[in-house]
Each structure stands twice: as structure tokens, then as C-alpha cells.
């Protein structure tokens, strides 16, 4: 089973999978050099110290004119070899570590022009480019951040296509939607006022048609301004504890006149009378009222609309259930697109603006909820998912509907 409607966020990855830095011969090259020329200095430095100390020590003149210190301080030759090779294995540490770290502060340096390098690939409009290597330690760190920053940078850019994309599409439905009635409007109006002879019969069946047109102008626009109000973030809901079966009573008699003029019939079963869920009772009244017509509308004559409120961890689910045509899958994927029509009804009386299932599902939204739909066995259901206290058991139903 497949929720409707679902918004599949893009996420762009890596293709390659990122290696470690691999140096140019040129930067190798530098890097030996740079061990090199450490290492010779060092040996300098422990060459000059050594003569130094070994004439400090040997010649006459450190402690008197006439004695040397190693006399003076009573110094074994053994006693200089011990120190002397102390000294030499300190020094063959310290040209070690000293050679390591200027080594790796080269080494660092050689990093950071590579991201640099790639930071201006990124920067030229390579938006798509990842830093493609790996680093340890802060530089890893700033390689993964860089990669997060770029990657939100273009899901930021490629969300921002889409709202421009689904505005363009918003004005091309609405322009459409609106200029077909608005062109017959102009042509019946066009005839009763350039015809100064026209009689008084036929200029009435003008009006009323150019009237009737208006009036699915206003549908429209009386759509199109709720569907702006009702989604997520839209306006506030005024929640107030509703009993669930109770509204779904009230609601379903307001359809009951509705509904004998096709010969069917609605029920409510009374399971779960016992569930209250905080809802904005108004908007959702809307959501339930476009349930019940779509299922008059399209719904075969001689035959019964069941609700029901079901209850299943967490999660009451309202079902509007009705016997109709068998609807395709393709078509239970853009049901709640908005201004979607299946094709064989847009040219009928009850095609309706293609709004009222998008409204619903940005009601049932702005409450947390989901909505979908199925069609089986020549039955028609439309579900109403909402959380019965928090946002978690929501979550875990979605995932058993994949």
C-alpha cells in the first residue's frame, strides 16, 4: 500500500564514494625536500652544539687558564661518552619530531589548497561538485561541513525552482480555468449588447447562461483563496475538543437531501463513539464535506456511503467509503495534486474546480494528519489519518502504509 501524494524530498549524494587526498608528484616532491632540508639543519644544529660542549669542556679557559673543566669537575672519559650518547639519541628524537611536525604543518598547508581548489569549482557554479576526497582530524571535519553547506545550498536552490515551478503552474491552471467561462461570459454578454434587436427570450437564456458562467468563476476563485488559506503554516486553526462520530453525524445530515435525489443512502457506524481528537472543527467540516460529495457525485445510484472511525495505535483514521467505478492507480497517485481532473470528467457537470481534494489534504496537514485513497473491489475509500496525541505513532503508520 502506497500513501498519495507523498512529497519525496531530493537528496543529493556523492557518486563516488570520497578517497583519501592523493598528493601530485610536484607536492611529493616538495615534501621530501621539506624532510630534507629539516633534517639537515638538525644535524647542523647537533654538530654545532656538540664542538661546542667538547670544547667548553676539553680546552683550558672554561673554569681557570690552566685546567680544563672536565678536569676541574673530575669528568671520567666514560662519563662523556654516556652523556655524549644521551645526548645524541635526544637529538635523533627531537630531528625526528621536529622533522614530523613541520612535515605535517607542509602537509596541511597542501590540504587546504586542495579545498580551496575545489571551494572555487563550487564558487564558478559547479553546484553539483562535492570536495570528493577525505581528511582526518579538523580538516575532515571542515570537508564534511562543506559538503553539508553546499548540499543544503542546492536542495535550498532546487526547492525554490519547484515553488517557482508550482507558482508558474498555479497561474497557467488558474489563467486557463478562468479565461474559459470569462470567454463565454464576453460572448453572450457580446451578443445581448450588439444585438439592439435581440428578443427579450433569447437575451434572458444569455444572461442566465453568462450568470451560470460567473458563478463557476466565483467557485474558482472561492477555491483557489481557501486552498492559499488552508495549507500548512496558512492560517491558525482554532482547535477545540470534537467527538469524533458525533461531527461525522451532524455532518452526514446535512447530505441526506443530497444523497435521496441519487437513491443512496449514508451511515455512520458507531464503533470508537468514545474517540475525541482536537481538531479546528470549521476546516474540518470542509474536509468531510468534499468526501461525502465526491462520493455522491461519483458513487453508483441504489447504493450506500458507510463512514467510519477507526482506531489503531495512536492513529484515528476516519474512512468515506462508497461503491463507484474502479479508479486506476495512476489516477489514486494525483487525486490530491491540485487542480488534477480525471480526464473523463472535465468535461462534465461534476468536474469541479480540481481544488477540493488538495484543500482537504492541506487541512488535514496543517492538524498533522495524511490523507489517501484506494480503490478495490469496486469500492472507493478515502482515509483520514490523524495522530491521537503526538506525531510519533503518525510516523510509524506511515512507514506499514509503504
Keep these: 500500500m502506497k500513501t498519495n501524494n507523498k512529497k519525496v524530498l531530493h537528496l543529493r549524494k556523492v557518486k563516488n564514494e570520497p578517497t583519501l587526498l592523493t598528493l601530485t608528484p610536484k607536492e611529493i616532491s616538495e615534501l621530501v625536500l621539506e624532510g630534507i632540508v629539516t633534517l639537515c639543519i638538525v644535524f647542523l644544529l647537533y654538530l654545532g652544539i656538540l664542538v661546542m660542549v667538547s670544547q667548553l669542556i676539553n680546552e683550558p679557559g672554561f673554569i681557570s687558564v690552566e685546567f680544563s673543566a672536565r678536569e676541574v669537575w673530575h669528568i671520567e672519559r666514560e662519563q662523556i661518552a654516556f652523556y655524549k650518547n644521551i645526548f645524541t639519541i635526544t637529538s635523533v628524537v627531537f630531528a625526528v619530531a621536529f622533522t614530523y611536525w613541520r612535515l605535517m604543518r607542509r602537509y596541511q598547508q597542501m590540504q587546504l589548497n586542495h579545498i580551496l581548489e575545489e571551494l572555487h569549482l563550487i564558487a564558478d557554479g559547479q553546484y553539483d561538485r562535492r570536495i570528493p576526497f577525505r581528511l582526518s582530524g579538523d580538516m575532515g571535519q571542515v570537508v564534511n561541513s562543506i559538503n553539508r553547506l553546499v548540499d543544503s545550498t542546492v536542495n535550498a536552490l532546487e526547492d525554490e525552482r519547484a515553488i517557482e515551478k508550482s507558482k508558474d503552474e498555479l497561474i497557467t491552471n488558474v489563467s486557463h480555468d478562468i479565461r474559459t467561462p470569462l470567454t463565454s461570459i464576453i460572448g453572450y454578454l457580446g451578443l445581448i449588447v450588439n444585438q439592439p434587436n435581440v428578443e427579450s427570450a433569447d437575451a434572458k437564456r444569455y ?6 458562467k460567473a458563478e463557476q468563476m466565483k467557485l474558482l476563485v472561492d477555491d483557489l483563496f481557501e486552498y492559499t488559506t488552508t495549507r500548512p503554516n496558512g492560517a491558525p486553526l482554532r482547535l477545540n475538543d470534537i467527538p469524533i462520530v458525533n461531527f461525522l453525524e451532524q455532518v452526514a445530515a446535512d447530505f441526506e437531501l443530497e444523497a435521496q435525489k441519487r437513491k443512496m443512502a449514508i451511515e455512520v457506524l458507531p464503533n470508537n463513539r468514545d ?18 460529495s465526491n462520493a455522491i457525485k461519483y458513487g453508483h445510484e441504489d447504493s ?9 495505535d495512536g492513529v484515528v483514521t476516519i474512512a468515506v467509503r462508497n461503491a463507484g467505478d474502479p479508479i486506476s492507480k495512476e489516477v489514486l497517485e494525483q487525486l490530491f495534486a ?5 480526464e473523463a470528467s472535465r468535461s462534465k457537470e461534476t468536474g469541479g474546480t480540481g481544488l477540493g481534494l488538495a484543500i482537504a489534504e492541506n487541512i488535514v496537514k496543517s492538524h498533522g494528519g495524511m490523507m489517501y485513497a484506494e480503490s478495490e ?7 483520514v489519518c490523524l495522530p491521537e496525541e503526538n506525531q510519533g505513532s503518525l510516523k510509524q503508520f506511515k512507514e506499514k502504509l509503504k
Design 275 to 292: 474517540v475525541v481528537l482536537e481538531l479546528d472543527a470549521e476546516k474540518m467540516v470542509r474536509v468531510i464535506n468534499n468526501l461525502l
Design 304 to 312: 450506500v456511503i458507510t463512514m467510519e472511525v477507526l482506531r489503531n
Design 338 to 342: 491540485r487542480f488534477y481532473r480525471a
Design 377 to 383: 473491489n469496486g469500492q472507493t475509500s478515502f482515509y
Design 207 to 212: 444572461a442566465e447562461i453568462a450568470y451560470s
